[in-house]
């Protein structure tokens, strides 16, 4: 079964440093990996997907990475700011579900 | 863009009551998902529905059933709640493309139950 693995749990940060937030999976034979992000008490927001022939997908100020020989994902995030400040979740689409990661909380301080 | 409703965005019901979860999308979307989220354990999946009146049960469905009679809603139903059902409940929905089962996931803003 596929496991996903997000580290660290939480991380604090000043406003305007660029970030990484890591995503690792055991089951390589992924079709896509999806980052969210999740406000306290709301549901998931999709942020990027990326396909498993990709390497790397942006948006904006993010940029997600996938390296599937090492079983890696990460979402970079530059130039932070406080309204960043929430919990990112990544997940795996291996087989027919989803399998996700438990996220780590940020947060940027102003 | 996709918008997934759920009906409820907090609940509270007694043990032993049956209680009704319903979730729409608008989007045409072939697959639809119930997810619970608890704290350290992350979101679990209890059932997915890939058409009408198609479902599948995820790691968890014990307790839970589901019923999809259109294709744009998907409802969780707890036969009997009791305390440990306690939990924010989340909908997804997603299309296929060809070559995998799912693609975006778009989420519900969430149902927040607290069974007593």
């Known amino acids: 079964k596929q496991e996903v693995t997000q580290i660290p749990a939480a991380l604090s940060v000043p406003e305007g440093e660029n970030l990484v937030l890591n995503c690792s999976f055991t089951?390589?034979?992924?079709?896509?990996l999806q980052w969210f992000r999740q406000d306290p008490g709301k549901g998931l927001t999709s942020l990027l997907l990326i396909q498993s022939s990709q390497r790397e997908q942006t948006s904006g100020r993010l940029n997600a990475s996938l390296d599937k020989s090492s079983g890696r994902s990460t979402l970079y995030i530059a130039a932070s700011q406080p309204g960043d400040s929430a919990t990112y979740l990544c997940a795996a689409h291996t087989g027919n579900q989803f399998y996700f990661g438990t996220g780590t909380s940020l947060t940027v301080i102003p | 863009d996709v918008k997934v409703t759920q009906s409820s965005r907090y609940l509270v019901k007694r043990t032993g009551e049956k209680v009704f979860l319903e979730c729409v999308q608008d989007m045409d979307h072939e697959n639809m998902f119930w997810y619970r989220q608890d704290p350290g354990l992350g979101l679990r999946l209890i059932y997915f529905s890939y058409d009408v009146k198609m479902k599948e049960k995820g790691d968890i469905p014990e307790g839970y059933s589901v019923s999809r009679e259109k294709k744009e809603r998907f409802s969780l139903i707890l036969e009997s709640a009791s305390t440990n059902q306690t939990s924010m409940y989340l909908c997804?929905?997603?299309?296929?493309?060809?070559?995998?089962?799912?693609?975006?996931?778009?989420f519900g803003s969430g149902t927040q139950l607290s069974v007593l």
């Open positions: 089951d390589s034979a992924i079709y896509n």
């Open positions: 997804a929905s997603s299309f296929s493309s060809r070559g995998q089962w799912f693609e975006k996931l778009f």
